[in-house]
């Protein structure tokens, strides 16, 4: 199976901070690389598709970049209602992984 | 719009099976796969599996191999997970999510409880 690793596990940020996140794989997996952001006691949510590709109604100040093994996404300016986990998952195999979460919290 | 909806909460004692199910709506069920994910509590997001409505065809997490069935009924658009060979590590809320290569819309949760 192929493998995701994400760092920090955690970070404390400020409102109007730019916020980075990496993802990395065990293998290469082209640009089959999600993002989704879960909320305490909610469902996660779909972002990032495809490595780059904003999902419909995301606001732009999410964004996504990479291939093969390494990833990013960047959040340009932190807002409230950002406070959440977020993940990565590759979809490069029929059998999908994700990676260990980040979790990003008020400084 | 687009909607799954799972069944609702479980308790099971250690060596019962649960099953699971999720409603779809707002789209052509046989159209997009059916992923299975579970979260422990204060844990991460752990992928199961997949079945494909149209062809019945499913893939799973090494880890579930032999204890996890994933099934649906056409007729009704519904999915369904059965997980067998329940122990206490298996409490968690399970989430179905609609998909291939990217999960686009997600069940609300059901939390499954094992204990004795």
């Known amino acids: 199976d192929i493998q995701m690793t994400q760092s920090p596990s955690s970070l404390s940020a400020s409102v109007g901070d730019r916020v980075t996140i990496t993802c990395r794989a065990s293998?290469?997996?082209?640009?089959?690389l999600n993002w989704y952001q879960q909320k305490p006691g909610k469902a996660p949510k779909l972002l990032i598709y495809?490595?780059?590709s904003l999902q419909s109604g995301v606001p732009s100040r999410f964004s996504g970049s990479g291939s093969g093994t390494d990833f990013t996404l960047t959040i340009s300016s932190l807002q409230p209602e950002d406070f959440a986990t977020y993940y990565c998952?590759?979809?490069?195999?029929?059998?999908?992984?994700f990676g260990p979460g980040t979790k990003v919290d008020i400084k | 719009q687009v909607q799954l909806v799972q069944s609702g909460a479980e308790v099971k004692k250690p060596g019962a099976s649960v099953k699971v199910s999720c409603k779809a709506s707002?789209?052509?069920?046989?159209?997009?796969?059916i992923n299975w994910v579970r979260q422990a509590t204060g844990q991460g997001l752990e992928w199961m599996g997949w079945?494909?409505?149209?062809?019945?065809?499913?893939g799973y997490a090494q880890k579930f191999q032999g204890r996890v069935t994933m099934t649906r009924n056409t007729s009704i658009s519904t999915a369904y997970m059965e997980l067998s060979s329940l122990r206490s590590e298996d409490t968690a809320v399970y989430y179905c999510?609609?998909?291939?290569?990217?999960?686009?819309?997600w069940g609300q949760g059901t939390l499954v409880t094992v204990s004795s």
């Open positions: 707002g789209y052509t069920f046989t159209s997009y796969d």
């Open positions: 495809a490595a780059s």
């Open positions: 293998q290469s997996i082209s640009s089959y």
């Open positions: 079945m494909n409505p149209n062809s019945g065809n499913t």
């Open positions: 999510a609609r998909g291939t290569t990217l999960l686009d819309y």
């Open positions: 998952q590759q979809s490069y195999s029929t059998l999908g992984t």
